[in-house]
């Protein structure tokens, strides 16, 4: 993995191993295609904007798509630019709903400017050529990327039925939100460093009544898996029902249903809670469209059995305690801004964090916190590498790798970092700890254009030549 692509820890989270294969087959690159010769029910990887060449997005078109009526879409963020990730998470439930899905490859964490225009350009390109239902557009995106799909909500209310935010929520910096103007779906990991401001988001859209859900996979800072992303999905293709008294019989049954299987399989997994408030949900979302007998039984069966009383009270405990953990987190989180611009300061910083991670009082804080840094230094350090400002980003790497030392890639990437920069000593040095911690792909370190600066140098092909005999 080169440096210049690691500006979201995705590499380090294990994103794309969360990203499962596409419904259909896969169809590398069309640029400039018809609507009319674009494959249906198959992950595009790359389709050109006609107006914009040097725009690029990923492709889902549901297999029965048929312009002579008007289609739901999913626009997608992700923060490293990879559009194929959210398309493939998504695209069996835009199969099932027919959702378009359409992310985009080069916005990423960044400058506002190229976001936008990354955004506006492959807006124009799937309309030009897709028969879209202007009421019905949605956004998605992971971290930075979900900020990005807050935007797309604010900028368009008119159209934008609902965002998807994954692993993060509404813009930062500038003035405050005063109210959400979109129904919400937010995902974060369990061990997510975002997760206390999804928690705090889902509780203020509770208070301003604004339609919300959030739910919780196990796992960190990544995109979620597949099964959340078509919750999310049948979530707000449920909200469309809603909306509007023309609806399919057949289909509303179908959602319920679907609804129904997955509180089910969480009952089943003896996961009370997560089948608890799926059952809420569809008992109260499709009041009035369908009959909600089965799962108003479900609900009750649940609420007379006395453990589901002992959750309920346990999570409004938890929830007490979320609260309290986000406040010191916020305060930790400000104080430690000084800290981060000062070498010595901040290692102690991190230091000390890292003798708190197994403490039971102030570890989740402090292994958040240790997150948190790993994530800003990654993007400077990308952000860096793209402006060509190599020493800048040999000071961001050297910081991740006091977070992480043990971590084979970020040693690669660090001995990217110095390579670029000149250091060669640096470099490899780097390049032998990152082997020495599980690096192993000697063939991608052989042709890397970051550390070709090292290629002839002796001590390189000794490297490499190790890491061939593995």
């Known amino acids: 993995m080169r440096l210049r692509n690691t500006l979201c820890l995705l590499a380090v989270a294990g994103a794309l191993a969360a990203a499962s294969p596409a419904a259909a087959k896969t169809v590398k690159k069309l640029p400039g295609a018809k609507a009319t010769d674009l494959p249906k029910g198959a992950l595009i990887r790359t389709v050109a904007c006609r107006a914009a060449g040097e725009q690029t997005y990923a492709l889902y078109l549901p297999s029965n798509y048929d312009p002579k009526k008007r289609w739901p879409i999913v626009y997608g963020f992700d923060a490293g630019a990879r559009g194929a990730v959210p398309v493939k998470l998504f695209s069996k439930a835009a199969e099932r709903w027919g959702f378009i899905l359409a992310a985009s490859n080069n916005s990423r964490n960044g400058p506002m400017e190229p976001i936008n225009a990354a955004m506006e350009a492959m807006w124009k390109d799937t309309h030009d050529r897709f028969a879209i239902d202007d009421s019905r557009v949605y956004a998605t995106g992971f971290s930075g990327g979900a900020r990005v799909a807050c935007r797309v909500g604010f900028s368009r209310p008119e159209n934008v039925a609902g965002v998807i935010g994954c692993s993060g929520g509404l813009p930062q910096g500038g003035r405050s939100i005063e109210k959400v103007i979109f129904p919400f779906f937010g995902i974060a990991g369990t061990a997510d460093f975002n997760r206390p401001e999804l928690e705090a988001l889902d509780e ?241 370190t052989e042709k890397d254009p970051d550390l070709k600066p090292l290629r002839e140098n002796p001590a390189f092909k000794e490297i490499l030549s190790g890491l061939r005999a593995k």
């Not at 399919?248 to 179908?254: A, H, I, S, T, Y």
């Not at 009750?300 to 007490?320: G, N, V, W």
């Not at 003798?355 to 916190?369: H, Q, S, Y």
């Open 204 to 444: 203020r859209l509770e208070r301003e009544g604004m339609p919300h859900r959030l739910v919780i996979f196990k796992g960190g800072h990544t995109w979620p898996p597949e099964d959340a992303c078509a919750e999310a999905l049948e979530w707000m293709q449920m909200l469309a029902f809603r909306r509007t008294e023309k609806r399919e019989k057949d289909r509303v049954k179908q959602l319920l249903k679907q609804g129904l299987a997955r509180g089910e399989s969480y009952e089943k997994a003896g996961e009370l809670y997560g089948a608890y408030v799926r059952y809420r949900e569809l008992a109260d979302g499709f009041e009035g469209m369908c009959d909600t007998s089965a799962a108003r039984e479900a609900l009750a069966r649940l609420d007379a059995r006395e453990e589901m009383k002992e959750i309920l009270a346990k999570k409004e405990a938890e929830r007490d305690r979320r609260r309290e953990l986000r406040e010191r987190f916020r305060k930790r989180a400000l104080a430690l801004q000084e800290e981060l611009g000062d070498p010595a300061k901040r290692s102690r910083a991190i230091g000390d964090l890292k003798k708190e991670v197994n403490d039971k009082e102030t570890g989740e804080v402090a292994r958040r916190l240790l997150e948190y840094i790993m994530m800003i230094y990654m993007q400077e350090a990308g952000q860096a590498v793209r402006e060509k400002k190599y020493e800048d980003a040999v000071r961001y790497m050297e910081t991740v790798c006091e977070v992480v030392p043990s971590n084979g890639r970020m040693l690669y990437n660090l001995a990217c970092a110095c390579s670029l920069a000149g250091d060669t000593e640096k470099a490899l040095d780097a390049l032998r700890r990152a082997v020495e911690h599980g690096w192993k792909d000697a063939d991608h």
